[in-house]
Structures are given as structure tokens and as C-alpha cells.
């Protein structure tokens, strides 16, 4: 992937419900805590995703956007 192919669409700061950022998959263990973060929705090669990140961005989840 390229910078070319790669386009930020939108970023805010938000308070994620808990450590994983909301992402928390099936069978992982998440600490439900308040985590200042980022939310990015950016595309990729036509294909939106959203980018969730701690506020130091230390943990960095992908979503595929709706």
C-alpha cells in the first residue's frame, strides 16, 4: 500500500467503552474502562475502514466501516 492509495476521510477524538476500543473480538478478555482515543475512517484501494486508536496509540484496531 501507498500514501497515494491511502485517503483519511474523517478523524475525531472519542471515549472508547473499554481497552480493546469496542473491538473486543470473541474469547478476548477486555478491561471495561473509559479509553480516550481517536477514530479515524479512512480508504484504502476504494474499500472504507475505520481506525480506532488508544490516545498514545499503542492499541490500534481495524474495522471494516458500514
Known amino acids: 500500500m501507498t500514501a497515494a492509495q491511502t485517503e483519511i476521510l474523517d ?3 472519542v471515549e472508547w467503552p473499554n481497552a480493546y476500543l469496542g473491538l473486543a473480538e470473541p ?3 477486555c478491561v471495561e474502562v473509559i ?3 481517536w477514530r479515524a ?3 484504502v484501494n ?3 475502514y475505520e ?7 499503542d492499541v490500534v484496531r ?5
Open 62 to 66: 481495524w474495522h471494516v466501516a458500514p
Open 11 to 13: 478523524m475525531e477524538q
Open 51 to 57: 481506525l480506532r486508536t488508544d490516545e498514545t496509540g
Open 27 to 29: 474469547g478476548e478478555v
Open 41 to 43: 475512517t479512512v480508504a
Open 35 to 37: 479509553t480516550p482515543g
Open 46 to 48: 476504494g474499500q472504507t
